[in-house]
Structure formats: C-alpha cells, structure tokens
C-alpha cells in the first residue's frame, strides 16, 4: 500500500460533505420551529397586549390568576395524573400477558388476533368513541373518572402491546427453559428471570403510555364532565366553547398543559435512560 506524503490531505467526499450539510440545515429547522411556537405561546401568556410588534406591549402574571379563577387547578391537575397514571398501570397488567403471548407463542390465526389488538389504534377514536361513551353513559359511569379511565384504555393497551412485544422476543428462550430446569415454578422464572429482563420495556411502555394518555382528547371529551375533565378538555373547552377568553389566558392554560408533560417526561427520564428504550438479551 503506497504511503501518501506528509503534506497530501484526504478531504473527505463532496457528496457527505453536502449530507451532512443538510442533516444539520433540517435539525436546526425543525428546533428553530419548536423554539418559535413553544416561545411564542410562553410570550404571549405573560404579555399585556400583543398587536403588530415583535414583543408585547407589557409583561404580567394576572393570566395565571385568571386562569386560576375559572378553573380548580388543583382538581385539573389531579384528574389528569390519577387518570394518567391509573390507566397505565391497569394497561401494563393486563398488556404484559398479551404481549407474552404473542411474543412466546406460535399459533394459528396469530396474525388476525395481532391486528385486533392493534385495531383501535388504527380506527380513528371517534369511529368507537361515541358508541362506546353512549354505553358508558347509560351504565351511569358518565362524568366519572372510572368512566374516563375505561375508555381510555381502549387504545392505550394495544399501545403498551404493540411496544411490549418487541421486549420480549429479544430475551432468549433458553434462560427460561434454564430456570425451569433447575427446578423454579412459573411465577419464580416470571419474577427472578423474565421481570428484571423487561423492566426497561415496562418502563419506557409506561412513560409513553402516561404522555399519551394526558394528551387523548377526543375520548375523554366524550365522557368527562365539568368535574372530570382534564386539562387537555379544559384547554379545548377555553380554546373554542362559547364565550370570550383573552387569549393570553388560554395561552396560559397551554403553558401549564405543556408543563405537566413536560415534568412527567423528566420524572420518566430520572428513572429510565433513553438507551434502555431498545435493549437485545441474547444468549450465545
């Protein structure tokens, strides 16, 4: 192999050169976007008034007073994180023995009985959100937070499924197979074995089925109430329903919103590291 003189320099091709050119040009885009909506939002709840001009006219807090006022904050927040967190766990009990299921098992019609899992997730939520909110209502769980939790775990548990599944195919069959042999029971190979290997799918499974939960809208719109509701229907209800609302006030309620999924993602991230999201268990 020829030795290249200490003075010759290898430039790399033209062509990454323009890739990497415009990976960055669309990275700082798309932040540049983000920073702009999300900064605009923040602004404008703390402005006074903000007609024509790069920045209000004024700065104040009086909107999250107001918004203090029309709304018990308070009960907001707690309806979203017990519905939050109440429909996630029952979606991880009932999701993980789905999700073993199809991962461990080979049967006939396991194609089918994967698409029916995964089937609200396809279907728009209003096409079984209204039937199904009528039926809720008629059993007297309208208004209620049992109400809003039920139907919210129609798509959330294919959700957990569906990320689950992945988890447990990667962990070798054999390890369970082993731990049988040695003389453990199924629920001693479930928990010393099977559990801690998929604790990093439970957690980013829950952590992204909480977030998802506090932003459905169009399911617990149909069953909650005024006492119900949560702040993403307490946002739309200020956004749109009949009256006059300063829209700094409104921005405020977004402000809020963005902040207790925001704080949720970084409890999340305390625990689970963003590296844990795909793990691979194999034995050689």
């Known amino acids: 192999m020829p030795v290249l003189p200490p003075t010759t320099k290898i430039r790399p091709p033209a062509r990454g050169i323009w890739g990497t050119v415009i990976f960055y ?112 209502i008629q059993v007297g769980l309208g208004g209620t937070l049992q109400g809003v939790i039920l139907i919210n775990l129609v798509p959330i548990i294919p959700f957990v499924i569906l990320i689950l599944a992945p988890f447990i195919e990667q962990v070798d069959t054999s390890l369970e197979s082993a731990s049988r042999m040695l003389g453990a029971n199924r629920w001693q190979t479930f928990r010393r074995v099977l559990l801690p290997l998929v604790i990093p799918g439970l957690l980013s499974a829950g952590m992204l089925a909480m977030v998802r939960t506090i932003a459905m809208f169009e399911l617990t719109f149909l069953v909650a109430d005024a006492r119900t509701q949560t702040l993403v229907v307490a946002l739309y209800a200020d956004a749109f329903s009949a009256g006059i609302r300063p829209t700094q006030a409104i921005s405020a309620m977004a402000v809020v919103y963005m902040l207790t999924t925001m704080s949720l993602l970084v409890v999340a991230l305390m625990f689970v590291k963003p590296t844990q999201f795909v793990v691979r268990i194999k034995t050689k």
Request: overall charge positive.
């Open 25 to 136: 040009l669309i990275i700082g885009f798309f932040t540049l976007n983000l920073f702009g909506l999300v900064g605009t939002v923040l602004v404008e709840s703390f402005g006074t008034r903000w007609f024509g001009t790069w920045l209000p006219q004024g700065f104040t807090s009086e909107w999250y007073g107001y918004i203090g006022e029309n709304h018990d904050m308070g009960q907001l927040l707690f309806n979203t994180l017990f519905v939050a967190i109440v429909t996630t766990l029952i979606a991880l009990v009932v999701g993980f023995p789905a999700a073993y299921v199809l991962a461990r098992k080979k049967f006939r019609m396991r194609a089918i009985l994967t698409g029916l899992y995964l089937l609200p997730m396809m279907v728009p939520p209003m096409a079984y959100g209204i039937p199904l909110a009528t039926m809720l």
